[in-house]
C-alpha cells in the first residue's frame, strides 16, 4: 500500500517555540493532505485540509495563524506549530490522498503521527 | 451531538469470543464508512470499509444499516491481536474523513 510518512516522530520543546512537523507522501502524488490532532483518550480531530499549491482550509475552532500549513508540492505538506504551549501537546497525524490511481485516489493513507510535548 | 458515536468500551474478551461493536452516525448525507484500527500509541489502520450489503473479510464482518444510520463490525474467533482500539469512521461528499472517539478491546488470554 501506498506509505506516508511523518518527521519527527517526537519533539520536546519548550513554551513559545514553534514546531515544523513534515508529511510526505513516498510513493504516489498526494493532491490533498489532512492534518489531525488526538488527545489521550479522543478520537482524531481534522484540523485542516489542503490541497498543493492552494491554501489549507481549517476546521472550525483552529487558528490559522498559529497551526501554518504549507502544501508546496504533491509529496511534502507542513504544519508549523507557532509559539507553541503546553496545551498544543498532542499527537499529530497526517494523511494523504493522491490523485492518481483510483485506489489511491480514494484512500486516505495515515503517516505514523508525531507526539509533541510543550514543557 | 457528535456526528459519528461508539461505545467507548472497554471490551475485554477472552480469546476466541466473538466480539460486536456499533456505530451510530448523525449525519445523512454522509456517503461512505470504515472501520479502522488503531494501535496504542501508533496512527489508524485502515481494516475494512463498510457497504449497505455488508461484507466480510476473514473473521471480520460489516454492516451498515442507512435507515437506522448504524454501523456495526462483528469479530468472531477473536485472537490477542486484535487488541486494539476500533474507530467507526464516516465519511461525506467532502471525502472528509469524520472519526468517532473509539471502542477498546482487549483479548484476554
Known amino acids: 500500500g501506498a506509505v506516508v510518512s511523518q518527521h519527527p516522530s517526537w519533539v520536546i520543546c519548550k513554551s513559545g517555540t514553534s514546531v515544523k512537523i513534515e508529511c510526505r507522501s513516498l510513493?504516489?502524488?498526494?493532491?490533498?493532505m489532512f492534518w489531525y490532532r488526538q488527545f489521550p483518550k479522543q478520537s482524531l480531530m481534522l484540523m485542516a485540509t489542503?490541497?498543493?499549491?492552494?491554501?489549507?482550509?481549517?476546521e472550525q475552532g483552529v487558528e490559522k495563524d498559529k497551526f501554518l500549513i504549507n502544501h508546496a508540492s504533491l509529496t511534502l505538506s507542513t504544519l508549523t506549530v507557532t509559539s507553541a504551549h503546553p496545551e498544543d501537546s498532542s499527537f499529530y497525524i497526517c494523511?494523504?490522498?493522491?490523485?492518481?490511481?483510483?485506489?489511491?485516489?480514494?484512500?486516505?493513507?495515515f503517516g505514523p503521527g508525531t507526539r509533541l510535548l510543550v514543557l | 451531538r457528535k456526528e459519528v458515536e461508539q461505545d467507548p468500551g472497554p471490551f475485554n474478551v477472552p480469546e476466541g469470543a466473538t466480539v460486536a461493536f456499533n456505530c451510530t452516525y448523525s449525519?445523512?448525507?454522509?456517503?461512505?464508512f470504515f472501520w479502522y484500527r488503531q494501535d496504542c500509541r501508533k496512527e489508524p489502520k485502515l481494516l475494512m470499509s463498510?457497504?449497505?450489503s455488508g461484507n466480510e473479510d476473514g473473521r471480520f464482518t460489516a454492516q451498515l444499516n442507512r435507515a437506522s444510520q448504524y454501523i456495526s463490525l462483528l469479530i468472531r474467533d477473536s485472537k490477542l491481536s486484535d487488541s486494539a482500539t476500533y474507530l467507526c469512521?464516516?465519511?461525506?461528499?467532502?471525502?472528509?474523513?469524520?472519526f468517532g472517539s473509539g471502542t477498546q478491546l482487549t483479548v484476554l488470554p
Open positions: 510513493d504516489f502524488q498526494a493532491t490533498t
Open positions: 463498510v457497504y449497505s
Open positions: 469512521v464516516g465519511s461525506g461528499s467532502a471525502r472528509q474523513l469524520t
Open positions: 449525519n445523512s448525507a454522509s456517503q461512505s
Open positions: 489542503s490541497n498543493e499549491g492552494s491554501k489549507a482550509t481549517y
Open positions: 494523511s494523504a490522498r493522491g490523485g492518481g490511481s483510483s485506489g489511491v485516489q480514494e484512500t486516505q493513507y
